[in-house]
Every structure is written in structure tokens, then in C-alpha cells.
């Protein structure tokens, strides 16, 4: 039997036909409407079409042989609604917006409206340059990374582009490539016209990771350069004497590299050499080649290079490996960030010896050689 009871009114009862009398359920009990609309669940006849409006108070079940109790596990702590607000009191009252947000009610949805440079649902974040929300907003082009700094923002640019917003496509640019196999011996041959004094020139490891195993790198360091590398027992440095020349004036060639443990270090033909006492004598690597830096520098073991770990700021040209040059190019780099082009020429630097003046049309790129 079941009965109705409504304010003062008289009850209703009704008797189930059949001779079941039992009500078995296995979901939550549903409160104002249920959490997806499904004509299909709701009883046969039912025309349903929005959940209950209005307010509800006090409402406790109870089963024959228990006693009453308020909804919800803990009792009277439900486990999800939506569209639920206060009735007996303003939602304002018992919410407060920080930073100078104002508290908005608007039926059953209550949120702060926040101040100039704050956002989140109290007003407690701070609205970063790179944010959509932010006034004025960012101008990285299509592609780009846009990167917050403590005062503005800077562009990671892919590969192909350049420019303070990568609005520029880039001729020359090196990045993450695949390179020969080092693991015997490893030599390594670059030019590179620095305009900072610190920066990682060339990176491989075994693992992309502060742990990284076994690694070798080649970084300057306060204006000087510096090998490094480790082969799984310890790290092994050389360190030119002289110093780089850092306002982008002169090309330095250095060669750089190990044949087993042994290692060597050149600057511009003043070489430095070191025969380690090590047990090891291969470079186990499983990187791509690196060259300017390294996609995310928190992955570069700390142990490879001397200060805190940046990229090559300034013109990298003709790097070889193992007496194979690496194209420094769109075709033949893997990948890239921030990097344009130093020769200005579509041609390339070689081309332009010998007074050659580089020429170039719509259709193809070609340079026209001059004599002495």
C-alpha cells in the first residue's frame, strides 16, 4: 500500500495490484531531478521535461523497520548536484571572493566576477600574459608557445619560424637532429659566432633526464668552452684557456670529442687533451643530437655542464659528426625551437666564398660565383 500525505490535506492511499510487496532498488535516490534525462527510465505515462523548481526542506527517509534519516553518506552530506542553491539564505553570504572579486547570484548559480588580473573560482589565481583572458592578449602567430615571464611573455617558435612572435619563416635553423652512431669514439666539429658568454653548444645522452646515464657535452662557460662527459663511472672536463669572443663579431671553430675514455678539446687550434683513468669506454646514447639546447633544459644532467644549464645564444654553421656534416636545415633538422637565420641568404655561406653574390628566384635558389 502506499499513501500521500500533502500539508493539512487528507491522506491519499492506493493499494498495488499483484502480489508483490516488496521495492527493490539498486541507484542513488534522485532529489529535484536526476543527473541525465533519459525518457526511457522514467515510468510509463510520465511527461517529464525539466527537473523540480522551487525549494525543499527537510527531507528524511525512512524503511519499515529503520528509522528516519536525512539523504546522503555521511547522513545529510549528498554525493553530487547540480544547480543547487540556498534558499534560506543568500549564496553571497557564504561565499567570499578574494582580491577584489564580487560575488554574483543569478537563480541557482552563484560565482565571483574577478578583478582586473585575477581569475579562478574565488578569484585566488593570477592571470598570466600567456592566458587567454589576458588584456591585452598575446600575439604568438599559429604554432608558437607562448612562455609567461615575470614581467611580459616570450614565444617558443617551431621549427620554420622566427621573429619575437615567430611571425617570420626562418631559412637556416638547427635544432634536434638524428646524428651518427658515437658510441666507440665521437668526434665533433663546429663554427659558432657567440653573443653570450654562457650556453650549451652540443647535448646527448642516454636518457632525456637529470638522471641521464651516460652523456657528453660541449657548453661555454663564462666565455670559455668546455667538454664533458661521462661513460658510467665518472665525469671527465677540459676547459679551453682562452676565451670566446661574444659581441657576434668572430667565428670560432672548436673540435671537441673522445676516443674511448680519452678526451680532447680544441679552440680555434689550441688543444687541450686529458687521458682519463677511466673503466669505461663507450658512450651508451639514445637521445636525438642536440645542438643550441635542449627541448626543456630541467632534462639536462646538472653533471654536464658547470652553472645552470641555458641555451646557445648566437650563429652555429657547418657541424660535423664522426666526418658526416649535419644539414642545418628545415629538411634536415628534427625539430626546433626559437631559431632563424644568421647567413641572411637563402643560399647558405658556402656559396658566398670567393666574392659569390647569392641569387634567388620564386621558382629556385641558385648564387652566381665571382673570381679574384
Known amino acids: 500500500m502506499g499513501w500521500l500525505k500533502v500539508d493539512d490535506h487528507k491522506n491519499k492511499s492506493i493499494i498495488s495490484p499483484g502480489r508483490l510487496v516488496g521495492l527493490k532498488v539498486v541507484s542513488q535516490f534522485y532529489v529535484g531531478g536526476y543527473s541525465e534525462y533519459t525518457p526511457d527510465l522514467l515510468p510509463t505515462g510520465g511527461d517529464f521535461k525539466n527537473g523540480y523548481q522551487g525549494c525543499i526542506f527537510t527531507m528524511q527517509v525512512r524503511t519499515k523497520k529503520g528509522h528516519f534519516r536525512r539523504l546522503g553518506n555521511p547522513e545529510g552530506h549528498p554525493n553530487a548536484g547540480h544547480s543547487v542553491g540556498q534558499c534560506d539564505a543568500s549564496p553571497c553570504s557564504l561565499m567570499k571572493c578574494a582580491n577584489g572579486g564580487t560575488c554574483i547570484e543569478g537563480g541557482s548559480a552563484v560565482y565571483c566576477d574577478c578583478a582586473t588580473g585575477w581569475k579562478g573560482e574565488f578569484c585566488t589565481e593570477t592571470i598570466s600574459p600567456c592566458d587567454p583572458e589576458h588584456d591585452p592578449p598575446q600575439h604568438g602567430s599559429k604554432g ?45 666539429q663546429l663554427q659558432f659566432q657567440p653573443l653570450s658568454a654562457d650556453g650549451i653548444l652540443f647535448y646527448v645522452a642516454q636518457h632525456l633526464k637529470a638522471q641521464s646515464g651516460d652523456f657528453l657535452c660541449i ?62 669506454s663507450s658512450l651508451d646514447t639514445n637521445t636525438d643530437f642536440y645542438i643550441g639546447g635542449v627541448s626543456s633544459l630541467n632534462l639536462v644532467n646538472p653533471m654536464s655542464i658547470a652553472t645552470e644549464p641555458t641555451g646557445f645564444h648566437g650563429c652555429v654553421r657547418e657541424v660535423i659528426i664522426n666526418n658526416q ?44 660565383a665571382g673570381s679574384e
Open 144 to 188: 608558437a608557445t607562448c612562455v609567461a615571464l615575470p614581467h611580459g611573455y616570450t614565444c617558443y617558435c617551431p621549427l620554420g619560424t622566427t621573429g619575437i612572435y615567430c611571425e617570420q619563416e626562418a631559412m637556416n635553423y638547427p635544432g634536434c637532429l638524428l646524428l651518427p652512431s658515437v658510441f666507440e669514439k665521437t668526434h665533433i
Open 325 to 368: 656534416e649535419l644539414q642545418l636545415t628545415e629538411s634536415g633538422a628534427k625539430g626546433s625551437s626559437n631559431v632563424g637565420d644568421c647567413d641572411g641568404t637563402p643560399c647558405g655561406y658556402k656559396v658566398r666564398r670567393n666574392r659569390g653574390e647569392c641569387m634567388s628566384t620564386s621558382l629556385k635558389i641558385g648564387h652566381k
Open 219 to 280: 657548453s661555454l662557460v663564462n666565455g670559455s668552452v668546455q667538454l664533458r662527459y661521462n661513460l658510467g663511472d665518472r665525469t671527465i672536463i677540459l676547459e679551453t684557456l682562452q676565451k670566446v669572443t661574444t659581441n657576434g663579431s668572430t667565428w670560432h671553430v672548436t673540435k671537441a670529442g673522445r676516443v674511448g675514455a680519452e678526451g680532447y678539446l680544441d679552440l680555434d687550434g689550441i688543444n687541450v687533451t686529458e687521458k682519463a683513468n677511466a673503466k669505461m
